[in-house]
């Protein structure tokens, strides 16, 4: 049997011997530090690699009083929006080299809001990144008066909480200007529960790009984010005949939209363009495929671990980290009159 020696797991100094460069170099190389030449950090990555060293997360925070994990608060993650969210954000999180501890809530109450965090914060996270879509969240956080970095999905970066989010009205205004560009002038809004700060933001944006374009914005129902009360919804406007075109709140309902129209002798896109939200996967195989606006959700994760690690690594904090979602044009759009 070898001696204790030979059997300790190789240390970081060993692998600044084996790649001939300071233990400082071979912290930056780990780190994902900018200012190392591509020469010496392939030199160190293949003495890390040779060595089989791993970081000692345990040994670092004794030193750095962190523990290179990152607490979050999520919701609804049977939703599409949350959900990606979640993963974006885990992610980004494993590329800048932290771990992910996942607190999961239902609604967004202070007491359910507060016992996830204090699970959290148990677990002694550098900071709190918040996937939760409802208003009072907001509310709930600062209440806490937390003694930690902590980024909102979907704030706006005031007081004491960073944000990061998709414009979502942006998102609702590029769909509207895009229906009114294809002549359209009864636009209507299925939109998800006003509860929601993505829902109400998209509500908001629809209504905006109408008023500056002088169009009316009585056209509006409210849905659940589900296929099923996107086809409900379907089936009274079908009935209705009021609106040449639609934007819908999420790809989802946009789906029930166009079964509830294709029973009713409702053509899409000949009588009816229709706008969904969100570009999921099957959005591109809708019949006809869909015109959407497309989240960046990657972008929007990555966004989420910056604001978090310059308040952690840097002190930094109250800013916003806002990405612009994009307009996909697929077949379910339409000039006014015109025929495909």
Same mark, same amino acid.
């Given at each position: 049997?070898?001696?204790?020696?030979?059997?300790?797991?190789?240390?970081?100094?060993?692998?600044?011997?084996?790649?001939?460069?300071?233990?400082?170099?071979?912290?930056?190389?780990?780190?994902?530090?900018?200012?190392?030449?591509?020469?010496?950090?392939?030199?160190?990555?293949?003495?890390?690699?040779?060595? !089989?060293?791993?970081?000692?997360?345990?040994?670092?925070?004794?030193?750095?009083?962190?523990?290179?994990?990152?607490?979050?608060?999520?919701?609804?993650?049977?939703?599409?929006?949350?959900?990606?969210?979640?993963?974006?954000?885990?992610?980004?999180?494993?590329?800048?080299?932290?771990?992910?501890?996942?607190?999961?809530?239902?609604?967004?109450?202070?007491?359910?809001?507060?016992?996830?965090?204090?699970?959290?914060? #148990?677990? !002694?996270?550098?900071?709190?990144?918040?996937?939760?879509?409802?208003?009072?969240?907001?509310?709930?956080?600062?209440?806490?008066?937390?003694?930690?970095?902590?980024?909102?999905?979907?704030?706006?970066?005031?007081?004491?909480?960073?944000?990061?989010?998709? #414009?979502?009205?942006? !998102?609702?205004?590029?769909?509207?200007?895009?229906?009114?560009?294809?002549?359209?002038?009864?636009?209507?809004?299925?939109?998800?529960?006003?509860?929601?700060?993505?829902?109400?933001?998209?509500?908001?944006?629809?209504?905006?790009?109408?008023?500056?374009?002088?169009?009316?914005?009585?056209?509006?129902?409210?849905?659940?984010?589900?296929?099923?009360?996107?086809?409900?919804?379907?089936?009274?406007?079908?009935?209705?005949?009021?609106?040449?075109?639609?934007?819908?709140?999420?790809?989802?309902?946009?789906?029930?939209?166009?079964?509830?129209?294709?029973?009713?002798?409702?053509?899409?896109?000949? #009588?009816?363009?229709?706008?969904?939200?969100?570009?999921?996967?099957?959005?591109?195989?809708?019949?006809?495929?869909?015109?959407?606006?497309?989240?960046?959700?990657?972008?929007?994760?990555?966004?989420?671990?910056?604001?978090?690690?310059?308040?952690?690594?840097?002190?930094?904090?109250?800013?916003?980290?806002?990405?612009?979602?994009?307009?996909?044009?697929?077949?379910?759009?339409?000039?006014?009159?015109?025929?495909?």
């Amino acid at each position: 049997m070898g001696s204790n020696d030979e059997r300790r797991l190789p240390r970081l100094e060993d692998v600044a011997v084996r790649s001939k460069v300071s233990h400082q170099t071979v912290s930056r190389v780990i780190n994902k530090h900018p200012n190392v030449s591509k020469a010496t950090r392939e030199r160190v990555e293949a003495a890390i690699a040779e060595l !089989g060293y791993r970081r000692n997360t345990a040994a670092r925070s004794l030193v750095t009083r962190r523990t290179q994990t990152i607490g979050v608060l999520a919701s609804e993650l049977g939703q599409y929006g949350p959900a990606n969210t979640l993963l974006g954000v885990q992610q980004a999180a494993r590329e800048a080299g932290y771990f992910v501890s996942i607190a999961a809530i239902k609604g967004a109450g202070a007491e359910a809001v507060s016992d996830a965090v204090r699970h959290l914060t #148990d677990q !002694g996270v550098d900071g709190l990144i918040v996937i939760v879509p409802h208003g009072g969240t907001l509310l709930a956080l600062e209440e806490l008066n937390l003694d930690m970095p902590v980024v909102v999905v979907g704030g706006a970066g005031e007081g004491r909480l960073s944000g990061a989010m998709v #414009d979502q009205k942006l !998102g609702a205004r590029l769909a509207v200007a895009h229906l009114i560009s294809l002549g359209h002038q009864r636009i209507g809004h299925v939109s998800g529960p006003l509860d929601w700060i993505d829902g109400q933001a998209r509500v908001d944006g629809w209504r905006e790009e109408l008023t500056e374009a002088g169009l009316t914005d009585d056209l509006l129902v409210e849905g659940d984010w589900s296929a099923g009360s996107g086809y409900r919804i379907g089936q009274q406007l079908a009935e209705q005949r009021s609106a040449t075109a639609v934007f819908v709140s999420n790809d989802q309902m946009a789906l029930g939209l166009l079964r509830a129209f294709g029973e009713n002798g409702v053509r899409v896109p000949e #009588d009816v363009s229709l706008v969904g939200f969100d570009d999921q996967p099957e959005a591109a195989y809708f019949m006809p495929p869909l015109t959407t606006v497309r989240q960046d959700f990657e972008e929007l994760g990555k966004r989420c671990m910056d604001l978090m690690r310059a308040q952690i690594e840097g002190g930094a904090g109250g800013s916003t980290g806002v990405v612009e979602p994009e307009l996909v044009v697929r077949a379910s759009t339409l000039r006014r009159g015109q025929r495909p």
